[in-house]
């Protein structure tokens, strides 16, 4: 056999090496859950990505929501404690602080209950709702409790993900596993658009049937917690807890006529306008709001 016949073999086998390593799937990285107590499922290949510093406030800064505060944080402590407790849909207007009470209550059970073990946060995208039985078989045997968090949840027409989530959540046959809790936000109290429901009812053989599977899914969640829009006075005082939190010196008259400016110019109040006031605010005097 020549040189080039072997240089020629060496190039083919090259080639074929590349194309089975394409074929592979790579290897999932091992998920050690002591790392972090917050995580984000990357559903492809299936592994949790742990997160160093966590996008959230102090619960102490969410203001206008006191009673949606509350019961979050009690079905919270309960299911860190080992008692039952519901799977939650935090709904209603945006800007609200939907997601960042979640966040902040998960932050702050962990800093006041007295817990063996830390409880966890992860994160699941909306598109990949349908591989929730892949990541709950993966935590079912893990020692931890996990809040699987779901942002702006809803489903569009055509979408039939919302049977995995109802099959997750209670009707499937292992059910959702006792060491996890499902919390999810989102703008509509029922998840599925209007019209997507009324379509079923028209085309449906038997209408109410076809309108109570669509609407049950919001039936798997124990606790609806509503969000609203906020009046001036809870708008102020949102703006109020920023500046004193993070210490910028604003003469109170001009702090209330700035605020009620920049919502006018928004054309709403809520505490993401609040929020974005204040680093409007911070960045005029020249401050940081990174704690």
């Known amino acids: 056999m020549t040189d080039s016949t072997i240089e020629a073999l060496n190039r083919k086998l090259d080639r074929l090496i590349e194309a089975v390593a394409r074929l592979a799937p790579p290897p999932v990285p091992e998920t050690d859950l002591g790392r972090a107590d917050c995580f984000v499922w990357q559903a492809d290949p299936g592994y949790l990505e742990p997160v160093r510093k966590v996008n959230r406030v102090d619960i ?39 997601s960042s009470l979640v966040k902040a209550v998960h932050a702050a059970v962990n800093a006041s209950a007295k817990l063996d073990l830390p409880l966890k946060l ?16 993966l935590l079912k045997a893990a020692p931890y409790r996990f809040i699987l968090f779901c942002d702006d949840l809803s489903f569009d027409h055509d979408d039939t993900s919302y049977k995995s989530l109802k099959a997750a959540l209670e009707g499937g046959v292992e059910g959702r596993p006792a060491n996890v809790i499902f919390y999810a936000t989102s703008n509509r109290r029922h998840l599925l658009p209007r019209d997507m429901i009324d379509n079923e009812r028209s085309t449906a053989i038997n209408p109410s049937e076809a309108v109570e599977e669509k609407v049950s899914l919001s039936d798997r969640f124990g606790l609806w917690l509503g969000f609203h ?63």
Not at 79 to 95: D, E, Q
Not at 122 to 137: C, F, G
Request: with cysteine; charged share 30%; net charge negative.
């Open 60 to 98: 102490g800064l969410i203001r206008g929501v006191d009673r949606v505060r509350d019961i979050l944080v009690d079905n919270t402590e309960r299911f860190a404690s080992g008692y039952a407790a519901n799977n939650v849909l935090l709904w209603g207007a945006r800007g609200m602080g939907k």
């Open 122 to 137: 992860i994160e699941i995208h909306r598109e990949d709702i349908d591989t929730l039985p892949k990541l709950m078989a």
């Open 229 to 291: 829009k906020c009046s001036q006075d809870e708008y102020l005082d949102m703006i109020d807890g920023y500046v004193r939190h993070h210490g910028l010196a604003i003469d109170p008259e001009t702090l209330r006529a700035e605020a009620l400016e920049w919502a006018t110019t928004r054309g709403s109040r809520s505490g993401r306008v609040a929020w974005q006031y204040t680093q409007d605010l911070a960045g005029r005097l020249g401050k940081s709001l990174q704690d």
